[in-house]
């Protein structure tokens, strides 16, 4: 059964750092990872997906990396802002029947204090 | 148009009650999901449709009852709910099922609360 974690649950940090985000899932036999973001009582933005072939996927000031043999993947935020602030989920998808299957981590709540 | 769009955005229902959930997309999508997602958790998924048809029901209580009428609908029908259905309810779809076809785009969701 595939199981997603993501360290750590909860992060605040000042205004201006990089941080990183981290996902670990325990079956490498992934199609690709996606990156979302969720503020508070609203759906599901998608920020970034990963192939499983692929190493790395940058948007803006987002970079993110896929290690499928060791079942790691990270979300890397560079210059934060205080509208950064949300829930990040990772999610890796899975063929089930036939159909796609996303397995979300439980998310990190992440805070940017100005 | 890159948006999937849920009605209503907010729904308080009694445990008598029968109403229903819409979720729409103009993005020719072949797929469409129904998620729960309660408090502080991560989504859970609830149903899957592919080309209209049902393909995954992740053993979901007979209370809610999904429903496809068209590619670019889905509603999610519910009837004889408890208070710990209360949660948001996140519809998404993607441009088709299989591997080739990749990226979920999520709506925004409906509050559901049943009182």
């Known amino acids: 059964k595939q199981e997603v974690t993501q360290i750590p649950a909860a992060l605040s940090v000042p205004e201006g750092e990089n941080l990183v985000l981290n996902c670990s899932f325990t079956?490498?036999?992934?199609?690709?990872l996606q990156w979302f973001r969720q503020d508070p009582g609203k759906g599901l933005t998608s920020l970034l997906l990963?192939?499983?072939?692929?190493r790395e996927q940058t948007s803006g000031r987002l970079n993110a990396s896929l290690d499928k043999s060791s079942g790691r993947s990270t979300l890397y935020i560079a210059a934060s802002q205080p509208g950064d602030s949300a829930t990040y989920l990772c999610?890796?998808?899975?063929?089930?029947?036939?159909?796609?299957?996303?397995?979300f981590g439980q998310g990190t709540r992440l805070t940017i204090n100005p | 148009d890159t948006e999937v769009t849920q009605t209503p955005k907010h729904l308080v229902m009694g445990m008598t009650n029968k109403k229903s959930l819409k979720c729409e997309q103009h993005m020719g999508h072949r797929a469409m999901y129904w998620y729960k997602q309660k408090a502080k958790k991560p989504p859970e998924l609830m149903f899957v449709y592919s080309y209209e048809k049902l393909s995954i029901n992740e053993s979901v209580p007979s209370r809610f009852s999904p429903e496809c009428p068209n590619s670019s609908l889905l509603n999610l029908h519910l009837h004889a709910l408890q208070p710990e259905d209360s949660a948001l309810y996140l519809c998404?779809?993607?441009?088709?099922?299989?591997?080739?076809?990749?990226?979920?785009?999520f709506g925004p969701g409906t509050r559901l609360t049943v009182l």
């Open positions: 999610a890796v998808r899975r063929i089930i029947q036939g159909a796609q299957k996303l397995v």
């Open positions: 998404a779809s993607s441009q088709g099922p299989g591997r080739s076809y990749n990226e979920q785009f």
């Open positions: 990963i192939q499983s072939s692929q």
């Open positions: 079956d490498s036999a992934i199609y690709n």
